[in-house]
């Protein structure tokens, strides 16, 4: 990346072309997405999956913010576009997470040829009502760039209109306040910290400015990013293992409940079948970390650590802690890695609380990637980051479903969700406010 970073304030002022394109590249994604999809194309490549639209964020009714041959440009934009000659030659060549030809030559053959595929959208009740249907291969690519593309539209529609110097001044805000938080981030010692912050930034040049500004003011704390091409921009460690889709595909096609008992653990059997060391992080609370942890296989126990992404951090790391011990294991070889809802004041209290008891990672969201709180100079409630997110829908026909440990982080039919609630239980779940 050039040391020079663009003027956001000019080039927002300035903007007056028909279509400023949002995704410029199949790889202004997430790794675990590249990750996830070698796995899918190895193992499952003829399952179709649904992925939908989820704005838990009711209050923002986004189709009335944005609109929509503006979001349709950009999603039609975003299926022409395919990886590039220099793009496949850095994924084939480069060593992420200490192992170089991570990808098979067969799959990124595969992915040379790759296309986003057709969408379904309409407006209903102040929303969009936004599908895509299709093989798993497929579907799967649409989650990070549809949530980059509708996010940012509400970004430039909350900006447009106002002047050069009102701009100068909201984006001088912004990044005072972040480099405040970096200061404080970097008087933690031993702190590993990374960006999370694609699928819900205020926009892809401001991320840019974002990665920039932590590489710089937290130097070998600051790890890498999940984003793929600001990785490969940056030269920094892309980072991320899997996510929720895993489990929910394949409890979905499970035939019986034993099946689906089982699908959680399934999907670690076949992941350690791809990738190992660092890359065995698990995921527990897709239908519940206490079910989870209740019917953990103790080969679990070994694997090189746990993300716990719904229950406060605090009170989910000491459950997984306790788990490891009851496993003769001793957490501080153990990792935690933390990713949600974070800012600085649960970071520095997470790191606080378990420093020296084990290893640590943290994954830095929204609240990197996309503060303007009292930003602005005059008041702008668009400008606040909404929940939104884009999950598996449905498998072979079958509804998919997430229970999570936050009741209000539950996706799915509501019928299939009672099946699943019967069957792993509600324990250790506790509703709490959807921040971010």
């Known amino acids: 990346m050039s040391t020079i970073l663009t003027d956001i304030a000019k080039r927002v002022y300035d903007h007056t072309w028909k279509l400023d394109p949002i995704v410029r590249s ?46 349709r440009g950009q999603l039609d934009h975003a299926r022409t576009i395919h990886f590039t000659k220099n793009e496949m030659i850095w994924l084939a060549g480069n060593t992420f997470y200490g192992r170089s030809q991570i990808f098979d030559p067969k799959f990124l053959a595969w992915l040379a040829k790759f296309e986003l595929p057709e969408y379904e959208l309409r407006r209903e009740d102040g929303q969009f009502v936004l599908h895509f249907h299709g093989p798993w291969t497929h579907t799967s690519v649409w989650e990070i760039p549809a949530l980059a593309i509708i996010n940012e539209l509400r970004s430039r529609a909350a900006l447009r209109g106002l002047g050069r110097f009102t701009l100068d001044v909201l984006y001088a805000r912004a990044k005072a306040k972040l480099w405040s938080k970096v200061e404080r981030l970097r008087e933690l010692p031993d702190l590993r910290i990374s960006d999370f912050g ?85 995921l527990p609370d897709t239908f519940g970390t206490a079910a989870f942890l209740r019917d953990a296989p103790d080969w679990v126990a070994d694997w090189t650590g746990f993300r716990p992404d719904s229950a406060p951090p605090i009170e989910g790391g000491e459950r997984i802690i306790a788990w490891w011990r009851s496993k003769g294991k001793e957490p501080r070889d153990k990792l935690l890695v933390f990713s949600d809802a974070l800012d600085v004041d649960t970071i520095e209290e997470t790191y606080r609380h378990f420093h020296s008891r084990v290893r640590m990672s943290f994954g830095w969201g929204t609240n990197l990637t996309n503060d303007f709180a009292d930003c602005a100079p005059l008041p702008n409630e668009k400008l606040a980051a909404i929940s939104l997110v884009c999950k598996v829908s449905e498998a072979n026909g079958r509804p998919a479903v997430k229970l999570s440990d936050n009741p209000n982080k539950s996706v799915g039919d509501p019928r299939a969700v009672e099946r699943y609630l019967k069957l792993f239980g509600d324990a250790d779940r506790v509703e709490q406010e959807v921040v971010l």
């Open 26 to 71: 199949l790889l202004d994604t997430d790794f675990y997405k590249l990750l996830m999809l070698q796995m899918i194309w190895g193992l499952y490549p003829d399952v179709e999956a649904t992925f939908s639209l989820v704005n838990r964020t009711r209050s923002v009714r986004i189709a009335e913010e944005i609109d929509e041959q503006e979001l």
């Open 198 to 282: 694609t699928r819900r930034r205020h926009s892809f040049l401001w991320h840019r400015w974002c990665v920039a500004a932590l590489k710089e003011g937290l130097g070998e704390k600051f790890i890498g990013t999940s984003n793929v091409l600001l990785a490969m921009d940056t030269d920094l460690e892309a980072i991320g293992t899997n996510a929720h889709e895993l489990p929910m595909v394949l409890a979905a096609l499970a035939a019986d409940e034993t099946g689906l008992r089982a699908a959680p653990y399934r999907v670690l059997k076949d992941w350690e079948r791809y990738y190992g060391g660092n890359l065995l992080i698990v």
